[in-house]
């Protein structure tokens, strides 16, 4: 909680930073709904750069629903994550006119809704190592006492190594009692729980909710009820009221890995894996029984712990020998 209260209390005595004369804005890589994000040469530090500009109108209007709040920015939350499945975010701070901006490492690669969609050979390879990827990097957000609030493939990046970075911490808030409370619905209405949907009380179940459907969409191609981007808020009420459909009903996958994700997917939070490291730890026992790799690398692992015991225990004794003598 210390952590918190200092974050809170803190106030922005920075300069702010001219735009046009420390960045060449090179190429748009995109633009969210509050956002436009640019491929930019920072003067500064004399590399390229993912530049992050928020729309001020936007995030004003968002940032207003927690008036009785103190939320830290999007700029304070992504500085303090310091993970490899995380992006990296240098600085943050703003702009002569007053908008917030991030500066992001420039990840050269794809986004995951792209592979969602391709389902090509990158995807059939790297799947299941990838859903593990996410989930470590959701797994620290929480253990650091965040809520993503918005875990999709598209705030989602493999780069050309086939490693996979979480981005897009605009919607996180702190996984603490006021931000806990009912009322606050944000997110991306399809990977949605429906607990967030009916405005009731939310925790991190609503993330490992997200990253259950972004499980399912990675092996289906579909989502688990029929998509309702663009349809009235009825719709997607009387969505979150049908079970989703199984997912071995639609490919063939091993059963561990589908009662994995679809445990994740249950309506009813008290029913789902309480936590995202559950989840994981099943799929990870999948990733190694049905991995080569994986079993190597796991084995490794062991015979590692097992040698610096070992090592440990030698030099332990050499000690109470040397008493002795």
Known sequence: MKF???????????????????????SRLGTGSMSKVWRALDRNQGKVVALKILDMEKTLRYESRFADRVKPTEGEVACQLHHPHIVHTM???????????????????????YLVDAQNEAMQTHRLRLMIELGDAIEYLHKENWIHRDICPRNVLVDKDQ??????FGLVVPNTAAFQEPGNRTGTANYMAPELIKRQRT?????VFSYAVTCYEMYCRQLPWPSVTGASLEMVLKRINQKPQEIQEIVQLDAQIGCAIMKGLDLD??????????????????HVRLSPLA?????????????????????????????TQ
């Open 4 to 26: 918190f209260r200092s974050l809170f209390q803190r106030r922005d005595t920075r300069s702010k930073t001219d735009i046009s004369q420390r960045f060449d804005l090179i």
């Open 203 to 207: 925790d991190q179940r609503i993330d």
């Open 295 to 323: 079993r190597k690398e796991a084995v490794d692992k062991k015979m590692g712990r097992a040698t610096v015991k070992k090592k440990r225990r030698a030099e332990i004794d050499d000690k109470w020998q040397f008493k």
């Open 91 to 113: 600085e943050h701070g703003r702009t002569i006119h007053n908008e917030q901006f991030l500066v992001m490492e420039l990840i050269d690669g794809i986004s995951l809704a």
């Open 269 to 286: 939070p008290r029913e789902r894996w309480q936590t995202v490291t559950e989840m994981l730890t099943v799929l990870r026992e999948a």
């Open 163 to 168: 490693s996979l970075h979480l981005i897009d």
